[in-house]
């Protein structure tokens, strides 16, 4: 749900403005207004000083710590420069190492030498000339016309060299740069270059163990930021002598506020009505299970603060679709499993939300997998020889896996529909709710009249759902924009019959990809298992066999449950995204509460 807000002005003197900026921001329970506020040079230096912070200590977080390493000792300036220092010494030396090792795979074939000795000849008057060629192309009678000497032979290369006097020498082949060290030199160099890298490598390790401090000093200009920008916020009057702040406050916490408030004797504050055209800041509250889902609602946009919290309603369907999408008992135990024990170790509250999720898509997957009897790949049911591709099809009794896709999809974009209904009862009102209202009615109220035209018994009923549909008819063609003229509703409700049939339809048709997901996951994890047996029986012999099966089935399955697992995120959020949130009238656009506070370490 989206928490109520209650907006409050505050009025004071300009002297007594930055302590109660103070001591709001060390109470830490209100939104203070601060939209489209044009930051100063000053808050935009702390601004990009706090980004590389946080650049900086997302870097170190990914720095894997031995136990010798020493935590760093020093203040954040001082840890910052050092890790720029670390950094480019780091990207030099990246450059350095990659270089000498290219100079090292040129200089292998050539072996080791003294370059000295290159020197010694051209000091006699004779020039050694590099030449490399592939061995198909090379012409033994080049060493007898000319002072050949073979060095190597190398990867279907010939390297040698030839020795000219002063005269030219036209060889027909065009000589090649010779190694500036020999090949003992450069390793060594090497093994310098990969010592120097280790001991910044071992700097890292601790600067990172020491990444507290950065991170208090990233609180503390945060909250530099956020007490610049509130006072930026704030409205001058009476040539500067008087400030004027607004804030948002969750509703729950009024009394409390109100007895802080109390006691700021220089301080006037009133509660204001919030207007139509005013967008207050969104703060979602769900309960445990909805609550994990939040970071979906947030990842496409927060609804406004008119609308109700899609999140608790897409929630229950996020799930149930991830575990169709899944369809293997096998995966979907092995994600509860793993999700589970992970819990156990982890005690970090972002992560084991995170692992929580992962619990509940599980037994999601596991209940899908149960249903359609499925267990890495294993069909639990009995399998029909003759039949195999009505079955791959998904005939037989993959059929009714189908039509479950459909009734779910069916299920949510009905809920989806009271969903907006409700939405619109709460913004207008519920006349102009009515019409949306009647389109369920005559959506659910006409498989009910296509039920039960062929039952006997049931005529009362059959009259008295028609009579319902009709009537529903009529609103939703005659009163679908209340105040309007009725025949300018009628075209409205003409186009939106139009609408509705064609967007229900194509609708619909998107949820069968959940079965074709499945389905796929399914005959996949099948091929791999027929594929590690045919492969592995038929090698004669035991370990090796059982060996080579296994390695194909862990492979097999762990790419079957790569592919499927993104596309059992995918294809739910999309269904979600589109289809959820087009038919329950979702606006978006809210921006979220944020508390003016001190920040902790967390």
Not at 216 to 229: A, G, S
Not at 300 to 328: I, Q, V
Not at 373 to 387: M, Y
Request: some cysteine.
């Amino acid at each position: 749900m989206i928490v109520p807000m209650i907006k409050y002005n505050f009025l004071l003197y300009h002297g007594d403005f930055n302590r109660f900026l103070e001591q709001l921001q060390e109470l830490g329970m209100v939104h203070v207004e601060s939209r489209n506020v044009e930051l100063d040079e000053e808050t935009n230096k702390v601004v990009r000083k706090a980004d590389n912070l946080n650049k900086i200590i997302a870097g170190l977080k990914t720095v894997e710590t031995s136990p010798d390493a020493v935590p760093f000792d020093g203040n954040a300036n001082a840890l910052v420069e050092a890790y720029s220092g670390v950094m480019e010494q780091l990207a030099k030396l990246e450059v350095s190492i990659s270089k000498i090792n290219k100079d090292i795979e040129e200089a292998t074939p050539w072996g080791d030498f003294d370059a000295n000795d290159i020197e010694r000849l051209t000091s006699l008057g004779l020039t050694p000339q590099f030449y490399a060629v592939q061995v198909k192309q090379y012409n033994e009678n080049w060493a007898h016309i000319y002072p050949l000497c073979e060095i190597n032979r190398y990867k279907g290369t010939i390297y040698f060299v030839i020795l000219h006097d002063d005269q030219v020498c036209n060889f027909e082949l065009q000589a090649i740069k010779p190694p500036l060290q020999s090949y003992d030199k450069m390793q060594q160099e090497l093994t310098q270059l990969n010592e120097q890298h280790l001991q910044c490598n071992k700097q890292l390790e601790s600067l990172a163990l020491a990444v507290e401090i950065l991170s208090d000093e990233r609180n503390r200009l945060t909250e530099k930021i956020d007490y610049n920008t509130a006072k930026l916020s704030a409205q001058s009057e009476a040539v500067d002598s008087v400030k004027i702040l607004t804030g948002w406050l969750p509703k729950e916490n009024r009394t409390k506020f109100d007895a802080f408030l109390e006691t700021q004797d220089t301080v006037y504050f009133a509660e204001e009505k919030i207007n139509d055209e005013e967008e207050p800041p969104v703060l979602l509250k769900n309960n445990r299970f909805a609550r994990l889902f939040e970071p979906i609602t947030n990842m496409y946009s927060l609804p406004n603060y008119r609308e109700l919290d899609p999140t608790p309603f897409f929630a229950p369907f996020f799930m149930l679709f991830f575990g169709f999408c899944l369809g293997d008992g096998g995966y979907g135990l092995f994600i509860l499993a793993v999700a589970s024990l992970l819990k156990i170790k982890i005690k970090k509250a972002g992560i084991r939300s995170i692992l929580t999720l992962a619990q509940y898509m599980g037994a999601a997957t596991l209940l899908f997998g149960l249903i359609t009897a499925t267990f890495f790949g294993i069909s639990i049911n009995s399998i029909k020889p003759d039949k195999i591709i009505e079955q791959m099809l998904g005939l037989e009794e993959n059929f009714g896996m189908m039509i479950l896709s459909f009734i779910l999809g069916f299920i949510q974009i009905i809920f989806a529909m009271f969903v907006n209904a409700a939405k619109i009862v709460k913004q207008k009102g519920w006349k102009h709710a009515l019409s949306t209202w009647a389109w369920i009615v005559i959506i659910i109220g006409g498989i009910a009249l296509y039920i039960l035209k062929d039952s006997s018994g049931s005529s009362v009923i059959l009259y008295i759902t028609g009579a319902v549909w009709c009537i529903a008819g009529l609103i939703a063609m005659f009163y679908n924009s209340p105040g309007k003229n009725p025949f300018v509703n009628f075209g409205s409700g003409l186009l939106a019959t139009y609408n509705t049939i064609t967007g229900l339809m194509g609708d619909m048709l998107s949820y069968i990809r959940l079965f074709v997901l499945g389905l796929t996951g399914g005959i996949l994890g099948g091929v791999f298992n027929n594929l590690s047996v045919m492969i592995g029986g038929d090698i004669d012999i035991p370990v090796v066999s059982q060996l080579i099966t296994l390695v194909i089935l862990l492979f097999g399955h762990s790419l079957n449950f790569a592919l499927n697992i993104l596309g059992a995120m995918v294809h739910p959020l999309r269904l979600t995204y589109v289809e959820f949130y087009k038919n329950s009238g979702f606006d978006g656009g809210g921006y979220p509460f944020k508390l003016f506070k001190k920040k902790n370490d967390s």
